[in-house]
């Protein structure tokens, strides 16, 4: 069966801009997950969605959001766009919420700000 | 702010040698698990263990865990070349259930 997709996989933006990124789950999987990669803070959490809810979240300010669909797709928008926002996004999702379940990752969204 | 802190953040072994990495935690949690990244790419899970379980093996990997002393720790054996990858933990907390990760350990396998 198809893994997690993850699109756009690479993208450019300046400073100011907002970008929308889009992550399609496992079939079946109900609950997705976002982290953004950089190179000097690892793999942070940003939040969690399962039946179009938010279920976590984690400390990344207000220009940073999301939203899951009811066929469990789901994107992450980041708006006003800094250049510190420069960081792989990887998208996870597993069968129910986090917790004792595995999470199948994408291959990642590159967003690079200038 | 992080859960796991992986030790040591980089390692280099010869091939055919055995491959440790270690995971500290502060708080107390449900289930430790291992990932594997290649090259910037996405995460690819490992293993699972329980905090009810000690020690759990899958092929040439296998796993402790110390909940008294809050850590847990990988160990690969007879290492390949292709074992070359970042290896991070997650945690998943009794009061906040979100999996978050480490920063990560970067092994290197040296033909």
């Known amino acids: 069966k198809a893994g997690v997709t993850q699109t756009p996989r690479y993208l450019i933006k300046t400073r100011g801009q907002q970008v929308t990124l889009s992550c399609s789950p496992i079939?079946?999987?109900?609950?997705v997950s976002w982290y953004q990669q950089t190179p000097g803070q690892g793999l942070q959490f940003l939040f969690e969605?399962?039946?179009?809810?938010?279920?976590n979240k984690g400390n990344f300010p207000g220009r940073f959001s999301g939203r899951q669909f009811s066929n469990s797709r789901s994107e992450m928008n980041v708006s006003t766009l800094e250049l510190g926002d420069s960081a792989l996004y990887l998208c996870?999702?597993?069968?129910?919420?986090?917790?004792?379940?595995?999470?199948?990752f994408g291959a990642g969204s590159r967003l690079t700000v200038l | 702010s992080q859960q796991g802190e992986e030790d040591p953040q980089a390692l280099s072994i010869q091939e055919g040698e055995n491959a440790t990495m270690n995971c500290s935690y502060k708080?107390?949690?449900?289930?430790l698990q291992w990932y594997r990244q290649n090259s910037g790419r996405g995460l690819v899970h490992l293993i699972l263990?329980?905090?009810?379980?000690r020690e759990k093996h899958s092929g040439r990997l296998r796993v402790t865990l110390d909940t008294s002393k809050k850590s847990s720790s990988l160990l690969i054996t007879a290492s390949r070349a292709a074992d070359t990858a970042s290896y991070f933990c997650?945690?998943?907390?009794?009061?906040?259930?979100?999996?978050?990760f480490g920063k990560g350990t970067r092994l290197h396998i040296l033909p």
């Open positions: 996870a999702s597993s069968v129910p919420p986090s917790g004792a379940n595995v999470l199948t």
């Open positions: 997650a945690t998943d907390g009794r009061r906040d259930d979100k999996i978050i």
């Open positions: 263990i329980r905090s009810n379980e």
């Open positions: 708080t107390s949690i449900n289930n």
């Open positions: 969605y399962f039946s179009e809810t938010q279920r």
């Open positions: 079939s079946g999987h109900r609950s």
